[in-house]
RNA sequence: GCGAUUGUGGUGUAAUGGCAACACGGGAGACUGUGGAUCUCCAGUCCCGGGUUCAAUUCCCGGCAUUCGCC
């Protein structure tokens, strides 16, 4: 199913290609987000035009709307959404955190990523989810009504939606959550990973397992161990990933050394991250697969990405196309960049756009930023081959350690 | 010319004898397995002069300006 075809010698990072019923997926790569079986504001035409090679859906979302029963009535993901690549679906479990306690506590899954301090701990909204040791109960943030999952419903949705590969049922847990919580979930998520397992039915899809263990390097270390040692067909780093990019890069140094002991030759995925710099700190560490919600949603709020001025040491990769300075810019985006975007309009329009709210705006500033870290990933995978990883992120990254 | 009317951030409106609020607009920031095209922060104001009062954006008088009506 995974074939590795390039070792970088100075890192972790390798290419490979990852085979599925809909076609194979080179990587490392870069899984644009279709929670409702579609990326916001864009539709599948555009998602081939821009040669994403995979997409990523979510079991709760299409669950609750419009039932997998209809979307597997209207031949399944690619049928419904017309899209014939290659699809991962998302179990649910991160719903658990997201509508549960990083609802009402305010919270991402990286703490340090809301520095803003009252944004912290501060009131949150009440949640819409509450873990028990058989699934998750959630009451629907559509009707109020409510909706159980676990594992096996999980895989019975997932089953239906009928993408190439799904995830186990997990439980992710909070950046806030101490040692002694961590733990409980863990050994709560393991014997999901194994009931995941055990609701299989359709041998076709492959269902990677989830290494959960917040930023506590024992867990971190044990769930690594416990998941590469069932018959899963890939991993993914699930979880809270610490207080700082930084544990989050110790998390990986924690987990990848272990799957490659015990499981070299299967992919590994990082759920839910995908920033620029993300992406070459965790492709060094091991990392084959990301998703990422981030370059559509901060695109639909005005930051563009561009490639850092040359001789800068920031590592910003973005422009706020709502500064009053691009009010009359009759330059491109990003002009080291070919997407449709960029070939026809300037930052003055798209800024104009953005401004009157206009709907054409969420397109092109999403083709644009999808495109850019798309190309991106086209970049690291052929500097990987050439051997040319390190300089390539350098050129990139200029002041990370 | 006479009568009436109204003067509050850039704009449109509130409220008030002591701290002037809201919306839009302006400036900026955040967003990482998408509930929320969202959230946060910053700047900026009482037409002018006199009077009453401990205290006036507020009450009184005058000026200037607005708008309406009449000649």
Redesign the pocket.
Known sequence: MFTITHNDKKSLARTGILKTPHGSIETPVFIP?A??AT???LDSKDLELLGASVL?A?TY?LHLRPGEKLVKSMGGLHGFMHWNKPIFT??G???A???GYG?EHNI???AS????P??IGMPG?KKLAVVTEQGVEFKS?LTGEKIVLTPKISMQIQRDLGADII?AF?E?TSPLSDYAYTKKALVRTHRWAKESLAARRNAKQQLFG?IQGGEYKDLRVKSASFIASLPFDGF?V??SLGKS?KDMHKILEWVIPVLNQKNTEKPRHL?????VD?LFECVERGIDSF????P???A????LYVHPPAGTMKNKFVI?I????Y?ADKNPIDDQCACPTCRSYSRAYLRHLY?A?E?SY?RLATLHNLHFILRLMEEIRASIRNSTFARLKKTWISNHT
Request: hydrophobic letters at 40%.
């Open positions: 987000v929670t409702q990326v916001k504001a990523l979510n979302h998302d179990s479990g991160f719903q955190f997201s509508l609802m991402g899954k990286i990523m809301f520095p803003v009252h944004s909204r943030h995830l997990d992710c989830i993914a699930g979880g990019k759920l839910g991250i995908g920033g993300d998703d990422c919600v981030a559509a949603r901060i639909r709020r005005g930051n706020n709502e500064n009053a300075k009010k401004i709210q709907l969420y």
